[in-house]
């Protein structure tokens, strides 16, 4: 009965193949990448098909450089690490948004559909800037350690932190910003004020930091409102597609509880 | 804390210094409200399906809620105090409710085609969320009117006089499904929503909360009908002799009003 499926089946690089793939080597897989730019004026979008042979243990992103280097220089796409740290190369995959260079091509071909991730600004074809809405996000959250100016000392030495506590922190701490929370939120889509997941987050990680002297009524000013925690409708695609696997749905839940208790005071 | 507010709309002094305290509290109402309705509604769906164990039960029921066994007489006027109550949750819910909603063709049309590329399950729950709330602004009115209204006229014959004779099954049967869908939805939604029963686990608790609402779904979906073809069967029944009250044979006749 229950159609739920807890992760996007591209999420991780699997080790077995998925059903279907064929093993090993060889087949040929069709990528079908969407082609715009918005720059230029009589252009409208389409959807591009490539073809090419299937390599053992080939990535989208080893696909789409394949593409770039032997049939079609103009392809545009992003990508830094190629590992899955940098966030730059997401985009939706067959409708829902993951990363490149962490998704087989054997677990999502063979007709592989490449659209730009939305609610980013397209820079062209795959191509979005991501960095421009978390610069404008972190900014719009003041997403840093925040401390006295009192106790600015940099000369003496940090206090030191429970092991557990900087394991916490560290576990939302590794959002790599790569939009997919954002495009898979049908919330940010409706409405673009609308903080996302990534935001969210940020103010969970900010709260746990005991270096950080904001307290919950600070915290209030910046996503006690309808484009913050409370505009959140519990979709919960953020939580579902990212590829870092952050626990999105329990941190919104906590900023909720949270957030509303100071409602209450 | 809103006078400067409320004397300048929008730009109201109360606000520079600090942000309203209104959405969290609106918040945590269209969350009650919701939970509020939807316990009800597993109420109402057991007391109303009392028809299946006869009509004796249901008459029983029925004039529990109208205090003749506290106060040896029937008073309808208990039934629309309670209704009244309900009537005021759900108005209050909608109207928070309603700030969800796609406001405009665009919003509604970006999140039909989010929900149809990204094939997500979630996702497509509050769809439909969002499709039977509609819905239950219209399908709720009628019969929350008439229960208001007319208390008095519940009971084996009262009612299925009202759903066979009186054609009221096809927005019952609209109604079932409009409040199983959306109040099952909404259960797990609020769970979610909240954390609640997340435990150590929260990813399993999940995919068993959601486990958990198909089953309710189907459960009450299926006491739904069944209890609605039950109605029907005694309303043809009863279709030649409309308007007869029922008198259950251990009652004097004279007791009931
Ligand atoms: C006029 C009738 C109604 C309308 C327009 C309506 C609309 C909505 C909408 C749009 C939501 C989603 C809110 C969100 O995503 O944050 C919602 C949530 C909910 N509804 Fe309704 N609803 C109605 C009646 C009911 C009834 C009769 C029940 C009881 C079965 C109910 C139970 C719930 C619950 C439990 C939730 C989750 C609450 C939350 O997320 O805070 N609603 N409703
Ligand atoms: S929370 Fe996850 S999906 Fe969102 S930006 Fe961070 S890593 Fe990406
Ligand atoms: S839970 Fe849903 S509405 Fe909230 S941030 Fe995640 S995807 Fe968006
Ligand atoms: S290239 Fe850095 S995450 Fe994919």
């Known amino acids: ?265 | 804390m809103d006078t400067s507010s409320s004397i300048v709309t929008g730009a109201g002094l109360a606000d520079a210094v600090r942000k309203s305290r209104l959405p969290a509290r609106l918040d945590v109402v269209q969350s009650a409200t919701g939970l509020v309705l939807a316990l009800f509604m597993w109420g109402h769906m057991f007391f109303v399906s009392s028809i299946l164990l006869g009509k004796d039960a249901m008459w029983t029921i029925t004039k529990m809620f109208e205090g003749y066994f506290i106060f040896g007489r029937a008073y309808p006027g208990i039934v629309s105090v309670v209704v009244a109550v309900i009537v005021l949750l759900l108005v209050v819910h909608a109207a928070l409710a309603v700030r969800k909603f796609p406001i405009n063709y665009r919003q509604l049309r970006t999140y039909r085609g989010h929900m149809k590329l990204m094939r997500h399950e979630d996702t497509t729950l509050w769809y439909w969320q969002f499709v039977t709330g509609f819905a239950l602004f219209f399908l709720a009115a009628p019969h929350l009117f008439q229960m208001l209204t007319q208390p008095g006229l519940i009971g084996p014959y009262e009612s299925s006089d009202r759903v066979w004779s009186y054609h009221w099954w096809p927005l019952y049967l609209l109604l079932l499904f409009a409040v199983e869908v959306h109040g099952g939805v909404g259960l797990y939604r609020l769970a979610v929503k909240w954390g609640w029963f997340a435990g150590s686990n929260p990813d399993a608790t999940r995919r068993r909360l959601k486990a958990l609402k198909w089953a309710l779904t189907v459960f009450f979906l299926a006491l739904g009908l069944a209890t609605l073809a039950a109605y029907i069967r005694i309303g043809i029944e009863h279709a030649d002799r409309v308007g007869e009250r029922y008198v259950p044979a251990s009652v004097q006749p004279g007791a009931v009003k």
């Open chain 1, 1 to 265: 009965m229950s159609m739920f499926r807890p992760t996007a089946t591209h999420k991780v690089i699997p080790l077995v193949p998925a059903d279907g793939a064929q093993p090993g080597n060889g087949g040929r897989i069709r990528v079908h990448a969407m082609r715009y730019n918005p720059r230029d004026p009589g252009n409208a979008p389409r959807l591009q098909t490539y073809e090419l042979e299937q390599a053992e243990g080939m990535t989208l992103f080893i696909a789409l450089s394949e593409i770039r280097e032997k049939q079609d220089p103009s392809l545009q796409f992003d990508f830094v690490c190629r590992a899955g740290i940098c966030g730059s190369c997401a985009m939706v995959i067959n409708g829902r948004p993951g990363l490149a260079c962490r998704t087989l091509t054997k677990a999502v071909g063979p007709d592989i559909t490449l659209l730009p991730l939305p609610g980013f600004e397209l820079i062209g074809d795959l191509s979005v800037n991501t960095g421009k809405w978390m610069r404008a996000m972190s900014e719009r959250l003041e997403a840093w350690v925040h401390m006295k100016e009192a106790e600015l000392d940099l000369t003496r030495i940090e206090a030191r932190m429970e092991p557990e506590l900087a394991e916490q922190i560290y576990e939302l701490d590794r959002c790599i910003e790569c939009g997919c929370c954002v495009a898979g939120c049908g919330t940010v889509r409706m409405r673009e004020a609308f903080v996302g997941a990534v935001g969210l987050n940020k103010i969970a990680r900010f709260r746990l930091d005991p270096r950080d002297t904001r307290d919950d009524d600070d915290f209030y000013e910046l996503v006690g409102d309808d484009d913050g925690v409370f505009g959140c409708m519990s979709l919960l695609g953020c939580h579902d597609v990212c590829p870092k696997q952050l626990p999105l749905a329990t941190q919104i839940a906590f900023v909720r509880r949270k957030m509303a208790a100071v409602g209450f005071r």
